[in-house]
């Protein structure tokens, strides 16, 4: 028998065929099960809790429950909803996730799928995420909010007077 390994957030799983129809038919079966899995193995052991990325801790911070709360929130809302995203990156988050952090109905049709803002935003199956435009974006706009202080800070030349 042929074995396939599929890497998963909860672990690998393993399916084992003869034919290309046996594969075909257990994929298929697959991703319904993965998520039931899924579901019961983040109840067991919630994901652990993310931290905000250096110098955004001003910007954003993630509850005890895993949980996005912006203490900032830009006024447009592709750039509120770049800023869920970025929390989130390198994940890939729900239309419903970034509606709930921004209290914001159908933001999917409203923001992200606008046609001046197709070039920030990439869906991947039914999420989303930022593409290379839409990361540096969220990076130039929030740079004016960023702590500093994990920047490395230019060193003063030393003395070569001998002293």
């Known amino acids: 028998m042929t074995e396939a390994r599929i890497r998963t957030g909860f672990g690998e799983v393993c399916i084992t065929f003869q034919t ?3 594969l075909t038919k257990a994929l298929q079966d697959l991703e319904q099960q993965a998520k039931a899995i899924q579901q019961v193995a983040d109840r067991i052991a919630p ?3 993310r931290s905000p990325k250096p110098g955004y801790e001003n910007v954003y911070r993630f509850s005890q429950t895993g949980d996005l709360e912006l203490l900032l929130l830009p006024e447009r809302q592709n750039e509120a909803a770049a800023l869920v995203l970025y929390a989130y990156h390198p994940d890939l988050v729900s239309s419903v996730e970034i509606e709930r952090v921004l209290g914001l109905n159908e933001v999917a049709r ?3 799928a606008q046609g001046p803002n197709k070039d920030y935003f990439q ?3 039914d999420k989303y995420g930022l593409t290379f435009n839409g990361l540096r974006m969220i990076i130039e706009r929030m740079k004016p909010y960023i702590s500093t202080s994990t920047e490395p800070q230019p060193k003063e030349p030393e003395s070569t007077d001998g002293e």
């Open 47 to 49: 994901p652990p809790s």
């Open 20 to 22: 290309e129809d046996e």
């Open 110 to 112: 409203r923001v992200l």
């Open 123 to 125: 869906k991947v199956d």
